[in-house]
């Protein structure tokens, strides 16, 4: 019986420190589904077999994986990172601003990620062999450079596509050159990403991953929207968010709000921020305009729509969800560092105001709530003229246009069989050692030494086993850590953890190694 065909692999690379980069790799992941199930309709309208076998609805050619790379292959301290970015901008963001500007040069960027290998760079080794992925999409800044590295290092040429999920304050540890496609949000962001070493021609400005339902154009009125959610149609309603943790001074600015009497309605999301969901919900009979309060919510879309004004901080996922649904904007803040230049982004292009204080809010609210204001009708305008509401659906075409065709044997398929033959040839060829002592390395039967020592090789298909290293070398002095670090870390390349010949034979291959970089 014939085995049925390995589904094509999109590997989506994130991490959850913040609810942002899981948001932009969920949004292109229902936007390639949504375009595969119009090509199916298009095809089974067109008589097309093959495509009325497959309308059950399932992936024709393709599956998609989003892993938390630092929580789930990282070790310590990295791995604990996504429960460290929450309650570092809330009760630390000025050290966070700190760190972030300190990192923000190739140099500095170069030096943090080298020394950050060993803690991630055998998990991401063994995430690569499990998942067998023929197109990698990185979405979190932090997981370029030593992606790269490790393609480079196992031999493996997989298009590797980044998603740049910031507005304006750019990061440096966004650009790497070697990627097959760098997609970016704006014009600022192309400019920095050629200027940082990456060709024009995979510079692709499609706009900022929202969820595809933000592209949809509503049909019914402004008052039948607010009809439908409870709302008062005959009042404007005024939007506060803080992100998916309801952070950025939500609490203080709804506070100020509620002692306020403007002709609106509030409409209130507090995210994952239980504790003031629940404050406010006690406390809803004291506000002196009628107040709808939400927590985590999954119809956004529905919301922005039926609102007049959104109030929320500098987050560039929320700005690009509001800019799809022409809402005017209310800074109230930003996180340092990282989304500071956001506020430029809006306020140069006269999208929004900046109100960072409670009272600022109230002013700018009364402001533009004023009928005779014409401030609100511009700054729809600028929204709409900027706005990029279908980008999830044409980064995915672009990761589609990645994926192998039916058909088409894969990358693994090709050149990764796991044969002990291969492997042999592949050190040999690379080290130029003679061919009894590679095979007794690689079986662990080299002279002076029992059966079975084992030998951990990051070559694709080799089958890993559990490591007896319960350690990781020691560095004998700072000289020896200096020459790890300028070398990347040898950890995971080849380690032998037993003393006897055969660790002899691998100082020698790192050796051989040095005089090669040196020649070349």
Known sequence: MKRAARPRTVLFLLSDTGAGHRS?????????????????????????????????????????????????????????????????????????SQIFRMTNSVSRFNA??????????????????????????????????ITLQVLRDVGLRIPFITVVTDLFSIHCSWIAPGVTACVVPTEAARRFAIAGGVPARRVHLLGMPIDPKFSTTP???????????G???????????????????????VAALS?????????????????LFAELQRNKGQFRMPTHIFGFVNNMPDLMRAADVIVTKAGPGTLSEAMACELPIILTGAVPGQEEGNVDFVLENEMGVLATTPQRIVTALHSLLDPDNPQLARMRENVRRLSKPRASFDIARLILSHVPAEGVPSLWEQAHRPTRGRLTRA????????????????????????????????IPGWRQRRSP?????????????????????????????????????????FLIDKIDQSEE
């Open 112 to 145: 943090a990620w080298r020394l950050s290998q060993p803690f991630i760079r055998q998990g991401l080794i063994h995430l690569l062999e499990r998942s067998r992925p023929d197109v990698i999409v990185s979405v979190h800044p932090l997981l370029n450079h």
């Open 24 to 96: 932009a790799a969920n949004a292109i992941h229902n936007a390639m589904q949504l375009i595969e199930q119009q090509i199916a309709a298009s095809q089974r309208s067109s008589g097309d077999l093959t495509a009325s076998r497959r309308a059950g609805g399932h992936d024709p050619n393709w599956r998609a994986l989003l892993v938390d790379v630092f929580a789930e292959c990282g070790r310590f301290p990295l791995s604990k990172s996504p429960f460290i970015y929450g309650p570092a901008i809330t009760y630390s963001p000025r050290l966070y």
């Open 469 to 509: 290293l319960r350690r990781m070398p020691g560095i004998p002095n700072l000289a020896g850590a200096r020459a790890l670090l300028l070398r990347g870390t040898s950890f995971g390349k080849a380690q032998i953890w037993q003393p006897g010949r055969a660790r002899k034979l691998m100082e020698d291959l």
């Open 427 to 458: 050190l040999l060829s690379r080290r130029r050692w003679p061919l009894a002592q590679a095979e007794r390395l690689i079986r662990g039967r080299g002279s002076g030494s029992r059966s079975g020592r084992r030998v951990r090789l990051p």
């Open 259 to 275: 002692h306020e009497r403007l002709n609106a309605q509030l409409a209130i999301v507090t995210g994952r921020n239980k504790q």
């Open 219 to 229: 049909t019914n009125t402004p008052a039948e929207r607010k009809a439908e959610l």
């Open 231 to 253: 709302f008062d149609p005959a009042l404007p309603v005024v939007l506060l968010v803080g992100g998916g943790d309801g952070a950025g001074g939500l609490g203080r600015a």
